[in-house]
């Protein structure tokens, strides 16, 4: 079974600061994880995908992504954060067939004036 | 292409009362998730359609439950006899076949009273 752990389900940071939000996997298969974005009463949105290439991944909205196997990580960062990016942030896990993605419970960043 | 679309975006219904919600996907797409999401929680799995089968139905999907995919194209999730526990976020998601990633609806919300 595949699953993610979100450490931090608030994380709050001063505009223009770096964002770190944390990611853990477990999978017994080569994981295809994905960051999304949720703003309220949204459905989720995309950010970016890790499917085996390259493991530095980029999104939209200058986030990006580092799939570490070692450490079964895939923390999703930002240099400067931006007042917009204040939202709902889920990790997602899923195998090569795309089934089934499993969720992460999700972390709320907060963005300070 | 509209991306996905999903209605009614809100339903309030009184308890013990059947409800339907539609969801119609990219049309390109051959795969169709519905996901459930509690208030401050991630999307949790419940079925998914490739074309018009239903390949799998999670735990979470009691009998009271049942959606379809006629044609393989829009599908609907019906509940019969809401109970207060049935009050969420109702997402769909499509996808083609293969570690894409889900594009998600906006959602239905849905409050039993």
């Known amino acids: 079974a595949q699953s993610v752990t979100q450490l931090g389900s608030h994380v709050s940071v001063s505009e223009g600061a770096l964002v770190l939000l944390r990611c853990n996997y477990s999978s017994s298969v080569p994981p295809y994880l994905f960051w999304y974005v949720q703003y309220p009463n949204q459905g989720l949105q995309l950010l970016l995908k890790y499917t085996s290439a390259a493991t530095l991944v980029k999104g939209i909205n200058g986030f990006e992504a580092e799939f570490k196997k070692s450490e079964t990580s895939f923390h999703l960062t930002k240099p400067s954060a931006h007042m917009s990016d204040a939202a709902e942030y889920f990790c997602a896990v899923s195998d090569y067939n795309n089934n089934d993605m499993r969720f992460g419970a999700g972390t709320r960043l907060t963005v300070k004036p | 292409d509209t991306g996905v679309s999903q209605d009614p975006r809100h339903k309030i219904t009184k308890r013990g009362q059947n409800v339907t919600f539609r969801c119609d996907p990219i049309s390109e797409h051959n795969r169709l998730y519905w996901y459930r999401q509690t208030l401050g929680q991630g999307p949790e799995f419940l079925t998914y359609f490739q074309n018009e089968a239903q390949l799998e139905k999670s735990r979470l999907l009691s009998d009271r439950f049942s959606a379809e995919r006629p044609k393989g194209s829009f599908s609907t999730l019906e509940i019969q006899r809401t109970e207060q526990g049935d009050s969420a976020m109702y997402l769909c998601?499509?996808?083609?076949?293969?570690?894409?990633?889900?594009?998600f609806g906006s959602g239905t919300r849905l409050t039993v009273v």
């Open positions: 998601a499509s996808s083609p076949t293969g570690p894409s990633g889900y594009t």
